[in-house]
C-alpha cells in the first residue's frame, strides 16, 4: 500500500488544521494507521492509531484531547483533526499502516510497514 499524507500548513496558534492519509491498493480496511510526528533534531513520536475497523483508538497522552483519529475505509483515507495548535507541535506530520500489527505495539514507529511522505505543520505564536 502507498500512502499520501497532505493537509499540512502555515497556522496560528489556537487554530485548527486537519490532515489526510491517502491509500492506494486494493484494500484499506485491514490496516491499522498510525500517526507521529517528528520536529527537527528529535525522535519521531506517536500520536495516534485507529484500528482497521475504526473500533480501537489510542492517543499519545500528552496531546489531552486536542487530536482526534478517524478513518474513512471506502474513501482509503484516515484522517488527524488537530485543535487548539501549539508552537510545539510544529513538526513533519507522518502517517504509517500495517496490516500484521498487534494492537499493543500500535505506538511504536518500528511496527508499521508502510509510511506517507510526510506533510509539514508549522504553528506561529
Known amino acids: 500500500v502507498q500512502l499520501q499524507a497532505s493537509g499540512g500548513g502555515l497556522v496560528q496558534a489556537g487554530g485548527s488544521l486537519k490532515l489526510s492519509c491517502a491509500a492506494s491498493?486494493?484494500?484499506?480496511?485491514?490496516?491499522?494507521v498510525g500517526w507521529f510526528r517528528q520536529a527537527p533534531g528529535k525522535e519521531r513520536v506517536f500520536l495516534a492509531a485507529i484500528r482497521r475497523s475504526g473500533s480501537n483508538i489510542n492517543y499519545a497522552d500528552f496531546l489531552k484531547g486536542r487530536f482526534t483519529v478517524s478513518r474513512d475505509n471506502a474513501k482509503k483515507t484516515v484522517f488527524l483533526q488537530m485543535n487548539s495548535l501549539k508552537p510545539e507541535d510544529t513538526a513533519v506530520y507522518y502517517c504509517?499502516?500495517?496490516?500484521?500489527?498487534?494492537?499493543?505495539?500500535?505506538?511504536?514507529?518500528?511496527?508499521?510497514?508502510?509510511w506517507g511522505q510526510g506533510t509539514q505543520v508549522t504553528v506561529s505564536s
Open positions: 491498493g486494493r484494500t484499506f480496511n485491514g490496516y491499522t
Open positions: 504509517a499502516a500495517s496490516a500484521g500489527i498487534i494492537w499493543s505495539m500500535q505506538s511504536d514507529y518500528g511496527a508499521y510497514d508502510y
